[in-house]
């Protein structure tokens, strides 16, 4: 046996071929996790930097991700179930949408990358789509909280406009909504395409896609994201699985147990938010992860020769 | 650790003996050896030391060469554009070690002639490296030196030669630190003995790294059953979090 320089805290990941310690990895699985539990977004677009910037190959630290986000979801989703905060029809048609998205979304990916680029396409993408979500929400949200402190002036539930003119009209009932079928295919398709290429469950653009385009009420907004993210991560790991061989079992199980833990205890503090004030901290959130990859995006970088992904060592 | 030490040492006496009574019959050899041959990783595997060890007879200096997996690496480049910082071209260069160190009991540039160390590729700055396209020289050795710079970062190449102690009575030893992201496959050590400048005896050490235990099962799984090993994480993914709602659902 070799002579060992062992810190029983350290655990090697046989997929990413490195050591890492266990703790951080339970801590940052149980922070995302929280956040998921809170607002109803998977915590991709949080934790997939996070794991590149700890060394974990990108393409790993991606297809673990959706892995990883199976497990928050199916947590976070019982917990709101439970409250009757899940519209099953509505995230079941926003499903059907997502999954013909994301098979799309998957080819798009790879006429990109014929392309060259795709790592910008990827990078420029997570800017436009966190940066005007982030503000839309912020704003909004502001704007509620404003309100809310002059009484007498009553909100409509939501604006009718040309959406509502949709044919196949249908009724949710938890949603208490009665619109066209196609209004959440559509989105379901779109974020199913940003998930494909950005590597996440799609939840911080679903979530406030349903809230503003939708009109759905923001309870149940949250356990329906979960709902559907469940199959679109289950769907993404069978892929990165069988295409790239890039999911690491054992890194998701650490930031699994940390995350379904995180996600209990996120499902207890949304409750006690009110809705504006969930969106309003969402919405910052998702402004830092914007702002932080801008800068990288900007800033000049140490070296601007490295080793490309999947060769050097591996 | 004390003990394992002795053993080796008295190990060590034992093998060389012979050759030192033989004496002046092999005017010039070395023979060189590990601790171990194989380092297996682990699922509690942060890096590794092993020991390398030997004797020499006869006059000259030594220098260990140890390489890694001969690898395809890419090295990419970055410009700005519009004020973004986009991926420029790519170089990748052929048959390149995956890892690499030196050692010597003293500086190499003291005593090691420069063409000596070209033929043999003693030291980064003279590993033959070639790219797969063809590119100018002043490009290629930017990406040459960048090359180099990042697996030097990465721990992958030695920054300076490490240390090669010399015990007296022609024996010497050193340690070989493996650091936790160590490339896994065949490794080889070449032992120079040089003289008045010219390599005058060589000897082959192998030595192989690899993923043992529950790892390597994940690993060839993931591998070779990649469907299989998809489901399961899917599987694993929903019993997490549903065991996770029940134990929290009693609270």
Request: hydrophobic share 50%; proline share 4%.
């Amino acid at each position: 046996m070799a002579a060992r320089t062992t810190e029983s805290v350290n655990l090697y990941l046989p997929i990413a071929e490195m050591s890492v310690n266990i703790f951080l990895l339970l801590g940052m699985g149980a922070g995302v996790g929280m956040l998921s539990g809170i607002f109803g977004v998977g915590g991709g677009f949080l934790m997939t930097p996070l794991l590149i910037f700890l060394g974990i190959p990108p393409a790993v630290a991606v297809g673990t991700e959706a892995n990883q986000i199976i497990a928050s979801s199916v947590s976070g989703v019982f917990a709101h179930w439970r409250r009757g905060n899940v519209d099953f029809k509505m995230g079941s048609i926003l499903l059907v949408g997502g999954i013909v998205g994301s098979t799309f979304g998957v080819f798009l990916f790879q006429y990109l990358r014929s392309l060259g680029h795709i790592d910008l396409v990827i990078m420029l993408s997570y800017v436009i789509f966190l940066g005007v979500i982030g503000s839309l929400m912020l704003t909004e949200s502001i704007r509620a909280m404003q309100r809310r402190k002059r009484p007498g002036s009553l909100r409509k539930l939501h604006q009718h406009n040309f959406l509502h003119g949709l044919p196949f009209k249908m009724r949710f009932r938890r949603s208490k909504l009665y619109i066209s079928a196609l209004l959440p295919l559509m989105i379901g398709f779109i974020v199913g395409i940003l998930s494909a290429i950005m590597g996440v469950g799609g939840g911080f653009v679903m979530v406030p896609a349903m809230i503003y385009l939708l009109g759905m009420p923001t309870a149940v907004v949250v356990g329906t994201s979960l709902y559907q993210i469940i199959f679109v991560t289950a769907n993404a790991t069978f892929l990165q699985a069988t295409l790239n061989q890039t999911v690491d079992i054992v890194l998701a199980l650490l930031l699994m147990i940390g995350a379904v833990i995180g996600a209990q205890f996120g499902t207890q503090v949304g409750a006690k938010l009110r809705g504006e004030q969930l969106r309003g901290l969402l919405a910052l959130i998702v402004l830092s992860v914007c702002a932080k990859i801008l800068y990288d995006l900007v800033v000049t970088p140490d070296d601007i020769y490295f080793l490309s992904h999947g060769s050097g060592g591996h | 650790m004390a003990q394992r030490l002795f053993t080796t040492l008295i190990f060590m006496t034992i093998c060389i003996a012979p050759y030192l009574a033989a004496g002046p019959s092999r005017a010039q050899s070395v023979i060189a050896d590990l601790s171990e041959h194989f380092v297996g990783i682990t699922a509690d595997f942060t890096g590794a030391k092993i020991l390398f060890f030997g004797t020499v007879t006869g006059p000259g200096k030594l220098v260990v060469v140890i390489s890694g997996p001969a690898k395809d690496i890419t090295v990419g480049n970055k410009v700005q554009r519009v004020g973004i910082w986009i991926n420029d071209e790519n170089v990748t260069f052929k048959n390149t070690p995956s890892f690499y160190r030196v050692l010597s009991s003293e500086p190499l540039d003291e005593w090691l002639p420069l063409d000596t160390r070209e033929t043999k590729q003693i030291g980064v700055e003279y590993l033959k490296l070639e790219s797969t396209k063809a590119i100018g020289r002043a490009k290629a050795a930017d990406y040459r030196a960048a090359l180099v710079r990042n697996m030097q970062k990465k721990k992958y190449y030695g920054k300076a030669e490490g240390q090669l102690k010399l015990l007296g009575g022609g024996l010497f030893r050193a340690d070989i630190f493996l650091p936790s992201n160590v490339p896994t496959g065949d490794y080889t050590i070449k032992t120079y003995l040089v003289s008045f400048g010219r390599v005058t005896h060589m000897e082959v050490t192998p030595l192989n790294i690899n993923k043992t235990g529950i790892g390597a099962e994940i690993y060839r799984v993931a591998h070779q059953h990649g469907a299989l090993y998809g489901v399961a994480a899917i599987i694993i993914a929903v019993l997490a979090g549903l065991g996770g709602n029940a134990i929290f659902r009693k609270s």
